[in-house]
C-alpha cells in the first residue's frame, strides 16, 4: 500500500462523520502516524507504507472517530498564528479566545512596557500570544495545576520567549501570591461552564477535556467573583481586567466587575457574533 493510498483509505473511514473535512483530517492523521510533514507525505504518495506506520494510522483514526479530539491526538494545536503543545491537563486553544486576545492587545499595546498576568493560563496561549504580539511586554502565566503549568511552560520555551515570559502556580479561587502585583492587565479565561451544562457537553469535550478547565461552578461565575475580588489589589491604578466568558454571560459578568470598583466597559464578540469578552478599568469613570 503506498501513502496515496492510505490516505483514501482513511479519507473513506472519515467521510461520514468530518464529510468535506474528511481529507485535511486523513492528512494530519496520517503524517502524525508516519512522523512526516504535511508536505513530505504529499512528496512520498507514491512510497510504500511500512506496516507498522499503516497499523498507527489505523488506530489513531479509530481513536478519532470514537471521540478524542484531534489536538490531543497530534499533541499539538495553532492558535493566533502560533503553534502549542497541548494534552489531555490543557483546554484546546479555540478561536473563541481570539476576541479576548484582541482586546487585551489593544488595551496594552499603547502602554510602553506592559505587565501583564495570563491566570487560568492552561497551555499559555493568551499569554504568549499577547508577548509574540506585544514585544516590550511582560508576562506572567498562572495556574493552579503543576500539569499544566508544565504544558505552559514548553509552549513558552518553544516560542522562544522565556526572557519575557514566566510561569508561577496560583490559585485565583484565592489570595495571590506575594510575587504577583504591579500588573497593568489581568487576562483570563477561567472555567464558565455551570453545572448544568457540565452534564450535556459534548462527549469530545466533556470525556477528553480537563473538567479542572470547565467547571464554574452553579451558575459559571464563581471563578469571576473571586477573581475579581482577590487580584484587583495586583493591578495598578487604571489597570484593567480582560476575561472570556460563556455566551449570555456578559450581563452577570459586567455587573461583578462593576461591584468590585470596575468601569468603562468594551465587549468583543467571537467570530460568530456571539458577545465572548469583555475588557474594564479599575477605579476608571463611567
Not at 102 to 115: G, M, V, Y
Not at 124 to 148: E, Q
Not at 238 to 257: D, N, P, R, S
Not at 266 to 279: K, L, Q, W
Request: proline share 4%.
Amino acid at each position: 500500500m503506498t501513502y496515496r493510498e492510505l490516505l483514501i483509505e482513511l479519507r473513506k473511514k472519515l467521510s461520514q462523520t468530518d464529510g468535506e473535512q474528511a481529507a485535511h483530517t486523513a492528512r494530519e492523521l496520517c503524517a502524525f502516524a508516519a512522523d512526516k510533514t504535511r508536505e513530505a507525505l504529499l512528496r512520498d504518495d507514491e512510497l510504500l507504507v511500512p506496516e507498522n506506520v499503516r497499523e498507527r494510522a489505523l488506530a489513531i483514526t479509530d481513536d478519532y472517530l470514537a471521540g478524542k479530539p484531534l489536538a490531543y491526538i497530534l499533541g499539538q494545536w495553532s492558535f493566533y498564528g502560533l503553534d502549542f503543545s497541548v494534552n489531555e491537563s490543557v483546554l484546546i486553544p479555540r478561536n473563541d479566545t481570539m476576541a479576548v486576545t484582541d482586546l487585551a492587545i489593544e488595551f496594552a499595546k499603547p502602554l510602553s512596557s506592559p505587565r501583564i498576568l495570563d491566570l487560568c493560563t492552561g497551555s499559555g496561549c493568551i499569554g504568549i500570544a499577547l508577548a509574540h504580539y506585544l514585544p516590550s511586554s511582560r508576562v506572567t502565566l498562572a495556574d493552579i495545576s503543576d500539569d499544566v503549568l508544565r504544558v505552559a511552560k514548553k509552549n513558552v520555551t518553544a516560542n522562544r520567549l522565556s526572557a519575557r515570559v514566566s510561569a508561577i502556580r496560583a490559585d485565583a479561587l484565592s489570595k495571590p501570591p506575594l510575587a504577583l502585583r504591579n500588573y497593568d492587565l489581568i487576562v483570563s479565561n477561567p472555567p464558565y461552564v455551570t453545572e448544568s451544562e457540565m452534564r450535556t457537553l459534548d462527549p469530545s469535550v466533556k470525556d477528553y477535556e480537563p473538567h479542572l478547565a470547565l467547571r464554574g461552578g452553579e451558575d459559571g461565575l464563581t471563578f469571576y467573583r473571586a477573581i475579581c475580588r482577590n487580584y484587583a489589589q495586583v493591578l495598578r491604578d487604571q489597570g484593567a481586567i480582560c476575561f472570556e466568558f460563556g455566551m449570555g454571560q456578559e450581563f452577570a459578568v459586567k455587573e461583578i466587575l462593576r461591584e468590585n470598583g470596575f468601569s468603562d466597559f468594551v465587549f468583543r464578540r467571537d467570530g460568530s457574533e456571539i458577545i465572548r469578552a469583555v475588557i474594564a478599568r479599575k477605579n476608571g469613570k463611567e
